[in-house]
């Protein structure tokens, strides 16, 4: 997959807040892993919007995910992202990963 990190950057606001199982982390603590980031596969499953204004939506769904680095890793997470349209232009603000077991 690539590594655009030009297109990551238009899709989320520069206020993401961004929560996993390591922590708290911002739009730019992110953009900085996804260099030493290789994803082989990725799947969206059981996609669903709520819509709550004419202006701020909300996305579930369940990933599931290869991932390179020591040997390969195979991993699966709900997800849920806020998505805020700012000036015409739909961006995400808010993501919870929460890892399946």
């Known amino acids: ?7 990551f950057s238009r899709l989320v606001a520069d206020d993401l ?8 982390m911002t739009k ?6 996804i260099p030493d980031l290789t994803i082989i596969d990725y799947l969206m499953d ?10 701020v939506a909300v996305i579930t769904y369940k990933a599931t995910f290869t991932v390179k680095g020591q040997g390969y890793s195979k991993s ?8 805020h349209k ?7 603000v808010f993501n919870q990963e929460t890892t399946t077991r």
Request: proline share 2%.
């Open 86 to 92: 700012r000036s015409g232009k739909w961006v995400a």
């Open 76 to 83: 699966a997470s709900y997800e849920t992202t806020i998505w």
């Open 46 to 55: 059981q996609p669903r919007v709520t819509i709550l204004s004419t202006d």
């Open 17 to 24: 807040q961004i929560v996993n199982e390591d922590g708290l």
């Open 1 to 7: 997959m690539r590594k655009d990190i030009g297109a």
């Open 28 to 33: 730019s603590e992110f953009a900085a892993a």
